[in-house]
């Protein structure tokens, strides 16, 4: 099992800045990638950025070059693992309740995971 808790997210004007923490406790050795989606009222959720254990990272088009995921490899004092979303020259349109995933694989088999989500609002 992994637990994924988000941190609080915020209300910030365009073109501000905002970052986002994930801290993954649990079985976190079997992790193969992890990252953000977001929901917006009466939209789909949809992937935001992910990153793999590699270090590859994927982001969708319309966040490319404002936003960056990252993950401390080197672990918290409770070795657990946090990634990070930094979100840079937000849009209204980036309003949403953001959710950090993660993905592990035992044996042939992929879980998924999610966080319980954090609003974040840009005004503009």
């Known amino acids: 099992q992994v637990q994924l808790v988000e941190s609080v997210g915020g209300l910030v004007q365009a073109g501000g800045s905002l970052r986002l923490s994930c801290t993954a406790s649990g079985m976190i050795f079997s992790i193969i990638a992890t990252g953000w989606y977001r929901q917006a009222p009466g939209k789909q959720r949809e992937m935001v950025a992910a990153i793999a254990g590699g270090g590859r990272t994927n982001y969708t088009d319309a966040v490319k070059g404002r936003f960056n995921i990252s993950r401390d490899n080197a672990r918290d004092k409770d070795k657990n693992m946090v990634v990070y979303l930094q979100m840079n020259s937000l849009k209204p349109e980036d309003t949403a309740v953001y959710y950090c995933?993660?993905?592990?694989?035992?044996?042939?088999?992929?879980?998924?995971?999610w966080g319980q989500g954090t609003q974040v609002t840009v005004s503009s």
């Open positions: 995933w993660g993905v592990d694989r035992v044996g042939a088999d992929d879980y998924n995971y």
